[in-house]
């Protein structure tokens, strides 16, 4: 026998976080949100090896030093979250990560100069700074706001919405940029002023480019939706950030701290880490005496 009550009660779990007001508000951010990422960190490693004509090594630096920072910066952004709440640092993390796709555009004006590859070490620097309090509060978020005992069929359905925009935002951006491959667009200030002239290059969009602005302003609008979740504990923008200088400059007075630390070998020698070497002179002196 078949229970035909499995059917309606499935398809009622299905629907039920779409119901919930609160939640229906953190689904749409969060399709909309992984829309973004999805049509974006697939192709920045196309731009690099394609458009501004690094080598493999180059880009790879850049992908670990990324990888390097969102580790370290996942302590920092934990603290915050639990000391106030993941929707205050997703309005702090999720503006960084938009300035730094747009920050993309800017690597080639149109092409390879002088700026673009410390601009690319400081774009990679900030992606994983904001990349670790977005991944993070994501999903705290999720799990935070679900109600107690359903939480299951919440998280199953916000994994529906955000596999879905995962699986068709590189599919939408790889038809964009082949339909605006050949599309160009330049924004050029010129000015004439008695016998001096000069012309200043605002904006150089073609190809990928075309696709980071599409993101830029599909991310705008997920900010948009983001101020319509509620969550407690949200507190201001700025306090966050001045919350989060701080904490970045305990870790790097920590950090330059235990290079200040004694360390013993053995009892009765000890060095400073940065004295290393001249602990050792002195020690294999006392040996030849």
Not at 234 to 245: S, T
């Given at each position: ?83 106030y ?47 670790a ?13 679900a ?42 200030l ?15 969009l ?26 407690d ?10 919350e ?38 002195k ?7």
């Amino acid at each position: 026998m078949i229970n035909l009550e499995i059917k309606p009660r499935f398809l009622q779990s299905i629907f039920e976080p779409y119901r919930d007001k609160a939640y229906k508000n953190l689904i749409i951010f969060l399709f909309l949100w992984y829309f973004v990422i999805g049509s974006t960190t697939p192709f920045f490693t196309v731009y690099m090896l394609e458009k501004l004509n690094l080598s493999l090594t180059l880009v790879i630096f850049l992908i670990v030093l990324s990888q390097i920072v969102n580790i370290l910066f996942l302590k920092i952004w934990g603290s915050l979250s639990d000391r106030y709440s993941n929707k205050s640092v997703l309005s702090v993390t999720c503006p960084l990560f938009l300035v730094c796709i747009f920050a993309w555009v800017y690597t080639s004006l149109p092409g390879v100069y002088w700026l673009t590859f410390p601009l690319l070490i400081f774009i990679h620097i900030f992606m994983g700074v904001s990349l670790a309090g977005i991944t993070l509060s994501l999903n705290n978020i999720c799990l935070k706001l679900a109600p107690k005992g359903r939480a299951n069929w919440y998280l199953a359905v916000t994994t529906l919405f955000t596999s879905i925009a995962l699986g068709i935002a590189p599919l939408i951006g790889g038809l964009l940029t082949n339909l605006l491959e050949d599309s160009k667009f330049n924004w050029t200030l010129d000015w004439t002023s008695l016998n001096i002239s000069g012309s200043i290059q605002i904006l150089n969009l073609q190809g990928l480019d075309f696709l980071f602005i599409l993101a830029l302003i599909v991310g705008v609008f997920a900010l948009h939706r983001l101020l319509y979740v509620k969550e407690d504990g949200d507190v201001k923008n700025e306090i966050i950030r001045n919350e989060f200088l701080l904490e970045t400059t305990k870790s790097v007075k920590n950090f330059f701290k235990l290079g200040k630390s004694k360390v013993i070998l053995r009892p009765g020698i000890s060095f400073y880490p940065w004295r290393l070497k001249r602990s050792l002179k002195k020690e294999k002196r006392k040996d030849k005496k």
